[in-house]
């Protein structure tokens, strides 16, 4: 749900024509709100958060402790095609690139994919299946995947490994936050130990993180970064349901977004507060 700040950044940046971009990158929630900014699609992403996403046939914790899934992908991916759907020929006809990061369940390791129309949805919920609180795997070319947030955080290095050398990176966490801790990592691991390597992806988190955030915080010579993180930690958190507090969190990234579109512009790097 903390998705909810970016979604406020991207529809600023889809007012403004901000852009050209070669390339857009992104795990989770982050790459599909990616999916309906390059669809054209304003306000999608907000009316998502607010709507489908509030409701307990999604989230439901009371349901997980029965035996369910906390988050039910499944559910809110048909929901999203019934009611407000995706855009797919146009997020990947688009002339930026989109990417999308997910995380392998047997081998442990970020993989990216650059789906087609007929395959977006699929590699979308691939990359946005919370390990554990959605108790299965999202199944592409004969493997099992879940989660890019887990192996690909923020994968602004994968972008600069891919030529990019002018990067606008969004975030819902404050710039310094080091990720999760060592305990919630072990935790999670020791869950999922029946799982392939992806309980190795989860004692290697906090490292993967902590090095995304100092490429961030400095990036190589050739390669300027607007960084746009919230300048506090965001009301909304992974479960929020409450419509005030997400607004908040939207008019928060909305006010980012504006700063964001005036940093582009000055084509150097700098740190935009949200």
Same mark, same amino acid.
Not at 215 to 238: G, I, K, N, S, Y
């Given at each position: 749900?903390?998705?909810?700040f970016?979604?406020?950044?991207?529809?600023?940046?889809?007012?403004?024509g901000t852009?050209?971009?070669?390339?857009?990158?992104?795990?989770s929630?982050?790459?599909?709100?990616?999916a309906?900014?390059?669809?054209?699609?304003h306000?999608?992403n907000r009316?998502?958060y607010?709507?489908?996403m509030?409701?307990?046939?999604f989230?439901?914790?009371?349901?997980?402790?029965?035996?369910?899934?906390?988050?039910?992908?499944d559910?809110?991916w048909?929901?999203?095609?019934?009611?407000d759907?995706?855009?797919?020929?146009?997020?990947?006809g688009?002339?930026?690139?989109?990417v999308?990061?997910?995380?392998?369940?047997e081998?442990?390791?970020?993989?990216?994919?650059?789906?087609?129309?007929?395959?977006?949805?699929?590699v979308?919920r691939a990359?946005?299946?919370?390990?554990?609180?959605?108790?299965?795997?999202?199944?592409?070319?004969?493997?099992?995947?879940t989660?890019g947030?887990v192996?690909?955080?923020?994968?602004a290095y994968?972008?600069?490994?891919?030529?990019?050398? *002018?990067?606008?990176?969004?975030?819902? /966490?404050?710039? %310094? $936050?080091?990720?999760?801790?060592?305990?919630? !990592?072990? =935790? +999670?691991?020791?869950?999922?130990?029946s799982?392939?390597?992806?309980?190795h992806?989860?004692l *290697?988190?906090?490292?993967?993180?902590? /090095?995304?955030? %100092? $490429?961030?915080r400095?990036?190589?010579r050739? !390669?300027? =970064? +607007?960084?746009?993180?919230?300048e506090r930690?965001?009301?909304?958190?992974?479960?929020t349901?409450?419509?005030?507090?997400?607004e908040?969190d939207?008019?928060?990234?909305?006010a980012a977004?504006?700063?964001?579109?005036?940093?582009?512009?000055?084509?150097?790097?700098?740190?935009?507060?949200?």
């Amino acid at each position: 749900m903390r998705g909810i700040f970016a979604a406020g950044v991207l529809d600023v940046l889809l007012e403004h024509g901000t852009g050209p971009f070669d390339l857009a990158i992104g795990s989770s929630a982050g790459a599909c709100n990616l999916a309906s900014h390059l669809a054209g699609q304003h306000g999608r992403n907000r009316r998502c958060y607010l709507t489908q996403m509030r409701r307990r046939q999604f989230s439901d914790g009371r349901r997980f402790l029965r035996g369910g899934h906390w988050f039910d992908i499944d559910y809110l991916w048909d929901a999203f095609g019934r009611e407000d759907p995706l855009d797919a020929v146009a997020a990947t006809g688009h002339d930026t690139k989109l990417v999308v990061g997910t995380t392998s369940v047997e081998r442990g390791v970020a993989e990216f994919f650059e789906p087609t129309q007929d395959d977006l949805v699929e590699v979308l919920r691939a990359s946005s299946a919370v390990p554990l609180l959605y108790r299965k795997f999202v199944e592409l070319q004969g493997q099992r995947f879940t989660d890019g947030g887990v192996a690909a955080p923020i994968p602004a290095y994968e972008a600069y490994r891919r030529g990019a050398r *002018r990067l606008l990176v969004i975030r819902s /966490r404050p710039a %310094e $936050f080091p990720g999760p801790s060592r305990l919630e !990592c072990a =935790v +999670v691991a020791a869950a999922l130990r029946s799982h392939g390597k992806l309980p190795h992806a989860f004692l *290697r988190y906090r490292s993967v993180y902590g /090095r995304a955030v %100092e $490429f961030l915080r400095t990036p190589p010579r050739d !390669c300027t =970064v +607007v960084h746009v993180a919230p300048e506090r930690q965001l009301r909304t958190t992974r479960m929020t349901r409450d419509v005030a507090t997400l607004e908040n969190d939207y008019a928060r990234g909305r006010a980012a977004g504006l700063l964001a579109v005036r940093a582009w512009s000055t084509g150097a790097s700098a740190r935009v507060p949200g």
